[in-house]
């Protein structure tokens, strides 16, 4: 049998064919590759994802009856909560699929239905707390 081998840079082209690498959003305008961040972006976009990980959730309960004035709908995506789906909470109290608001927050920071900033809030409840 005979084997060829590849180059490094062959070898590296199958890699990232295997494994997607991750695109983050430096700003809200500006979409990249993990590969192609800045040692500064890539510390505030850590710093996010922490930040959002440190957000409670939780899974959609709409109650027994279902006539309870609850949100019912994700706004991000326009689709229906169903029971059992993973949801996120905001500090302003409004509510998400986790998907959708985890990647809406890693390019903006503020709530898609009030636009109160994240942060802000989340940092201010860790300092009375």
């Known amino acids: 049998m005979y084997y060829e081998r590849k180059t490094e840079k062959e070898e590296i082209l199958t890699i990232e064919e295997q494994v997607p690498v991750p695109v983050?959003?430096?700003t809200p305008s500006q979409?990249?590759?993990?590969?192609?961040l800045t040692e500064e972006e890539q510390i505030?976009?850590?710093?996010?994802?922490?930040?959002?990980?440190?957000l409670p959730k939780g899974v959609y309960d709409p109650g027994r009856d279902g006539s309870e004035k609850k949100i019912r709908e994700c706004v991000i995506c326009m689709m229906d909560f169903?029971?059992?789906?993973?949801?996120r909470f905001l500090p302003c109290m409004h509510i998400y699929h986790l998907?959708?608001?985890?990647?809406?927050?890693?390019?903006?920071?503020?709530?898609?239905?009030?636009?109160?900033?994240?942060?802000?809030?989340?940092?201010?409840?860790?300092?009375?707390?």
């Open 24 to 26: 983050y959003h430096p």
């Open 31 to 36: 979409t990249r590759l993990a590969t192609q």
């Open 44 to 54: 505030r976009i850590a710093q996010r994802i922490g930040l959002i990980q440190h």
């Open 82 to 87: 169903v029971y059992g789906d993973p949801i």
């Open 99 to 129: 998907d959708c608001i985890d990647d809406w927050l890693m390019r903006s920071f503020t709530c898609p239905s009030c636009m109160e900033p994240v942060d802000a809030a989340l940092l201010s409840s860790y300092e009375t707390n």
